[in-house]
């Protein structure tokens, strides 16, 4: 704590997580472990098939790899944090931690949407010009969209986290929350808040509007490319190209706007840990069984690995 004046300045945090109840703790940490293990093997374990298998060497699975990889880095911003809270009676965090935290969760939050807009574009040209999809979707191309989403992910983070932690906090220094978020940074802030929400608004609404515009260009255009095919088993296998990236989108979308289209007023502590849930636990969890479960290639690329692997034993 810091004194300026008649108001103490908040320098440290303390978080206080999911529940206080001992007995609550080890269950939720006995199931984030398991999440959190599970989210690693399946997330490294599609990395792997698609690097083994040379027919996985197309545009589409190079963005799903980059996808995998990057949820286990997102995950891993929150969880081992979740675990060291179950465990552990300090719940402390300090400023700068707070900051450095909030940072990498803009920073691949931002990229996320970013690289789901890119897929969704992938699909675009795999399904309306399926003859010109290696021409049009070259390796070179791929990289730089995918250092052009971490690009802009990272640059917004800076700003959204200088936006927030510009503001001085005050008073009571308890984060009722499993991390650090903006709606109980903003509910501790001394200064006045009309400026940051102007400012964090205009952040997400710009990037918002271009990810979704670029989403929905693209998945018009596929639903155009899809009326015109003839054959209904064409049209399964087009729409079935593309189910597994509409399920992503909507699962990390729908919960993203709805913690952040309402104003910090509207915000209350619970709903916002089981809210946050699905884009910070959930949504990593699942998307390596959602573009591997139902999908033909995955499943024998791991046929394949998997023959390779007791043929050498």
Known sequence: MEVEGNRTLVTDFIVVGFTSDPFLRIILFVLFLVSYTLTLMGNLGLMALIYLDSHLHTPMYFFVGNLSFLDIW???VYTPRILSDCVSRNKHMSLAGCAAQFFFSAGLAYSECFLLAFMAYDRFVAICNPLRYTTAMP???????VVGAYAAGFANAIAHTGNIFRLRFCGNSVINHYFCDAPPLVKMACDDTRVYEL???AIIGCNVLATTAVILSSYIGIVGAIVCIHSSAGRRKAFFTCSAHLVSVTLFYGSI????????SQHTPNWDK???????VVNPLVNPFIYSLRNKDVKAAFKKVWGRFLAHE
């Open 274 to 280: 089981a809210n946050a849930l699905f884009y910070t």
């Open 74 to 76: 997102y995950s891993s």
């Open 257 to 264: 706007l709805i913690m952040y289209s309402r104003s910090n």
């Open 199 to 201: 400012i964090q608004n």
């Open 139 to 145: 390796k070179k191309l791929c990289v730089q969209l």
